[in-house]
C-alpha cells in the first residue's frame, strides 16, 4: 500500500489510484538500478503532497509579485539556507523546474545566442543540454565537445585544454549523465581560468555523494553547480543552481523572470526535507555505501565477463559493454526488466551501434542502498545479471521469471519508503 496512503484518491479516482499503488508495488518488488532514480523518504513524499502546490510565489523571498506569501517565503529561505549550509556554497537558487531548466538557465545568465559552449559529448556520457545537438542549448548555441579516451574510456584533461584554447567557449560544462569516474574539479577550474570561461559542474547524478562526503566537491573551482534534487540527493523531481556571491543576481534573473513563472513550492518543500536529511550521518552513511555497492556490483561483473567502461567505477554508476555478451544493450534491459531488475540501455563510448540500439546498459546503485541493500548482496546482484542476460540469448523466459521471484523474496526483507507490505 502506498504511503502515505490514498484513500480519497482510490474513492474519487480509482482508476488512478490504481495505477499509482501498482507502481508502488512495482517499485517495491524490483531491484531499481536505473542511475538516476533513488527512493525518497516518506518525510520528502510528505512534504511533495501539500497544500503548497495551490500558491503562487512568482519572485524570491521578500520580493514576491502575489499576496500570502507569510509561509512561502519562509520554506524557501529555509531550502535555501540548508542547501547552502550542506553543499558550502555562498547563494542557492531552488527554483528550476528541473535540471534541463536549471542548465537552460545558466545559459541565459552567461550567453547570447550563438555564442560558445563546450560539453562532454552526449555518447561519451554527457548531457543533453550541455550542447548536444538536438537540445535546444545546441540548436540556439554554438556548441563544441569533448570526449573521452578510446583507451582509457575516461576524460584527457589534454584534450579537453586543447579544444577549449583553439575554441575559447565562453561556458565549459563537467560533469555528466554517464560518466563512472570521479569529475576532477580543480583540473576544468585550472582549464576555464586560462581560457577565460566560466566553468558549471552539472552534479545532477553525484550531489549525494559529494553532500555526504563520496565524491570531492566542487566548490571553490566552479562558478555555477547545477544539480538535479531526485537522483544519488533523494529529494523530490527538481533542480538547484548554486553560486558565489558574484555570480548569484545572474543567476536568480535567469530563472526568474528570464525562464520561469512561479515556483512549484511543494517541490521546495520536499527539497527543503531531503536537505535536513542530507546532512545527517546516516546520509553521509548512505552515499559511501552507494559507492562501496558500486564498487562490489563492479567487481562481481568484471568477474562475470562484463567489459566495464573505463574498467570499473570511482561512484555510484556502472557501464557496460554487452559485446562480450553477445547481445545488444536494448534486448539486455528488456530481459532484464522481466527478471525484475530494472535499469536502462546505454550507448557505450566510441559505440558502433545506434543511440536507440546500443552496445552497453547503465546502471547505479543510489535506490538498491536506500532499500538497504549491501556489499554482501552484489554477487547476487550480478549472478542474476548474467543469468538473465544469458537466459535472453535464448529466449528462456522461465529463468527470468524464476529470477524475477527471487529478487521479490529478497526484497521483501528491506522495506521501502512509501510503501507498506
Ligand atoms: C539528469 C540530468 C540532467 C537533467 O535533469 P532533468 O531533471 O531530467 O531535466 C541534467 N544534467 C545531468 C548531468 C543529468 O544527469
Given at each position: 500500500m502506498h504511503v502515505p496512503p490514498i484513500p480519497s484518491l482510490a474513492t474519487e479516482d480509482p482508476q488512478l489510484a490504481a495505477l499509482i499503488e501498482g507502481e508502488a508495488q512495482r517499485q517495491h518488488d524490483k531491484l531499481r538500478m536505473i542511475a538516476s532514480e533513488n527512493y525518497v523518504s516518506t518525510a520528502v513524499l510528505e512534504a511533495s503532497g501539500t497544500v503548497l502546490t495551490n500558491k503562487y510565489s512568482e519572485g524570491y523571498a521578500g520580493k514576491r509579485y502575489y499576496e500570502g506569501q507569510q509561509f512561502v517565503d519562509q520554506i524557501e529561505t529555509l531550502a535555501i539556507e540548508r542547501a547552502k549550509a550542506v553543499f558550502g556554497v555562498d547563494h542557492a537558487n531552488v527554483q528550476p523546474y528541473s535540471g534541463s531548466p536549471a542548465n537552460l538557465a545558466v545559459y541565459l545568465a552567461f550567453l547570447s545566442p550563438g555564442d560558445k559552449v563546450m560539453g562532454m559529448a552526449l555518447p561519451m556520457g554527457g548531457?543533453?543540454?550541455?550542447?548536444?545537438?538536438?537540445?535546444?542549448?545546441?540548436?540556439?548555441?554554438t556548441s563544441?565537445?569533448?570526449?573521452?579516451?578510446?583507451?582509457?574510456?575516461?576524460i584527457d584533461l589534454d584534450e579537453v585544454r586543447d579544444i577549449a584554447h583553439r575554441?575559447?567557449?565562453?561556458?565549459?560544462?563537467?560533469?555528466?549523465?554517464?560518466?563512472?569516474?570521479?569529475?576532477?574539479?580543480?583540473?576544468?577550474?585550472?582549464?576555464?581560468?586560462?581560457?577565460?570561461?566560466?566553468?558549471?559542474a552539472d552534479i545532477a547524478h553525484i550531489a549525494g555523494l559529494i553532500a555526504g562526503g563520496a565524491h570531492p566537491s566542487p566548490v571553490g573551482y566552479a562558478d555555477v553547480i547545477t544539480t538535479t534534487t531526485h537522483k544519488t540527493l533523494r529529494g523530490p523531481r527538481?533542480?538547484?543552481?548554486?553560486?558565489?556571491?558574484?555570480?548569484?543576481?545572474?543567476?536568480?534573473?535567469?530563472?526568474?523572470?528570464?525562464?520561469?513563472?512561479?515556483?512549484?513550492?511543494?517541490?521546495?518543500?520536499?527539497?527543503?526535507?531531503?536537505?535536513?536529511?542530507?546532512?545527517?550521518?546516516?546520509?553521509?552513511?548512505?552515499?559511501?555505501?552507494?559507492?562501496?555497492?558500486?564498487?562490489a556490483l563492479a567487481a562481481a561483473l568484471t568477474e562475470r565477463g562484463f567489459a566495464l567502461s573505463s574498467g570499473g567505477t570511482d561512484n555510484h554508476l556502472i557501464l557496460a559493454d554487452l559485446t562480450p555478451k553477445e547481445i545488444g544493450g536494448k534486448p539486455a534491459a528488456q530481459a532484464l526488466d522481466r527478471a525484475g531488475i530494472e535499469l536502462n540501455y546505454n550507448t557505450v563510448p566510441y559505440d558502433t551501434r545506434k543511440p536507440f540500439d546500443p552496445s552497453g546498459i547503465r546502471l547505479g546503485t543510489a535506490a538498491?542502498?536506500?532499500?538497504?541493500?549491501?556489499?554482501?548482496?552484489?554477487?547476487?546482484?550480478?549472478?542474476?545479471?548474467?543469468?538473465?542476460?544469458?537466459?535472453a540469448g535464448k529466449n528462456d523466459e522461465a529463468t527470468l521469471e524464476r529470477i524475477a521471484g527471487e529478487v521479490r523474496d529478497l526484497l521483501a526483507s528491506y522495506p521501502m519508503p512509501g510503501f507498506a507490505r
Amino acid at each position: 500500500m502506498h504511503v502515505p496512503p490514498i484513500p480519497s484518491l482510490a474513492t474519487e479516482d480509482p482508476q488512478l489510484a490504481a495505477l499509482i499503488e501498482g507502481e508502488a508495488q512495482r517499485q517495491h518488488d524490483k531491484l531499481r538500478m536505473i542511475a538516476s532514480e533513488n527512493y525518497v523518504s516518506t518525510a520528502v513524499l510528505e512534504a511533495s503532497g501539500t497544500v503548497l502546490t495551490n500558491k503562487y510565489s512568482e519572485g524570491y523571498a521578500g520580493k514576491r509579485y502575489y499576496e500570502g506569501q507569510q509561509f512561502v517565503d519562509q520554506i524557501e529561505t529555509l531550502a535555501i539556507e540548508r542547501a547552502k549550509a550542506v553543499f558550502g556554497v555562498d547563494h542557492a537558487n531552488v527554483q528550476p523546474y528541473s535540471g534541463s531548466p536549471a542548465n537552460l538557465a545558466v545559459y541565459l545568465a552567461f550567453l547570447s545566442p550563438g555564442d560558445k559552449v563546450m560539453g562532454m559529448a552526449l555518447p561519451m556520457g554527457g548531457h543533453l543540454t550541455h550542447g548536444w545537438s538536438v537540445s535546444a542549448t545546441g540548436k540556439w548555441f554554438t556548441s563544441v565537445r569533448y570526449n573521452v579516451s578510446k583507451e582509457t574510456g575516461r576524460i584527457d584533461l589534454d584534450e579537453v585544454r586543447d579544444i577549449a584554447h583553439r575554441e575559447q567557449p565562453k561556458v565549459i560544462f563537467c560533469g555528466g549523465t554517464a560518466v563512472p569516474r570521479t569529475i576532477d574539479f580543480p583540473g576544468f577550474a585550472e582549464i576555464a581560468r586560462e581560457v577565460g570561461a566560466v566553468l558549471v559542474a552539472d552534479i545532477a547524478h553525484i550531489a549525494g555523494l559529494i553532500a555526504g562526503g563520496a565524491h570531492p566537491s566542487p566548490v571553490g573551482y566552479a562558478d555555477v553547480i547545477t544539480t538535479t534534487t531526485h537522483k544519488t540527493l533523494r529529494g523530490p523531481r527538481g533542480a538547484m543552481i548554486m553560486t558565489t556571491a558574484e555570480h548569484a543576481a545572474a543567476i536568480d534573473k535567469a530563472v526568474f523572470p528570464g525562464l520561469q513563472g512561479g515556483p512549484h513550492n511543494h517541490t521546495t518543500a520536499g527539497i527543503a526535507v531531503a536537505l535536513k536529511e542530507a546532512g545527517t550521518d546516516d546520509f553521509r552513511a548512505y552515499a559511501h555505501q552507494v559507492v562501496a555497492n558500486a564498487k562490489a556490483l563492479a567487481a562481481a561483473l568484471t568477474e562475470r565477463g562484463f567489459a566495464l567502461s573505463s574498467g570499473g567505477t570511482d561512484n555510484h554508476l556502472i557501464l557496460a559493454d554487452l559485446t562480450p555478451k553477445e547481445i545488444g544493450g536494448k534486448p539486455a534491459a528488456q530481459a532484464l526488466d522481466r527478471a525484475g531488475i530494472e535499469l536502462n540501455y546505454n550507448t557505450v563510448p566510441y559505440d558502433t551501434r545506434k543511440p536507440f540500439d546500443p552496445s552497453g546498459i547503465r546502471l547505479g546503485t543510489a535506490a538498491l542502498t536506500t532499500r538497504g541493500l549491501t556489499e554482501e548482496q552484489m554477487p547476487q546482484v550480478a549472478a542474476w545479471m548474467d543469468e538473465a542476460i544469458t537466459a535472453a540469448g535464448k529466449n528462456d523466459e522461465a529463468t527470468l521469471e524464476r529470477i524475477a521471484g527471487e529478487v521479490r523474496d529478497l526484497l521483501a526483507s528491506y522495506p521501502m519508503p512509501g510503501f507498506a507490505r
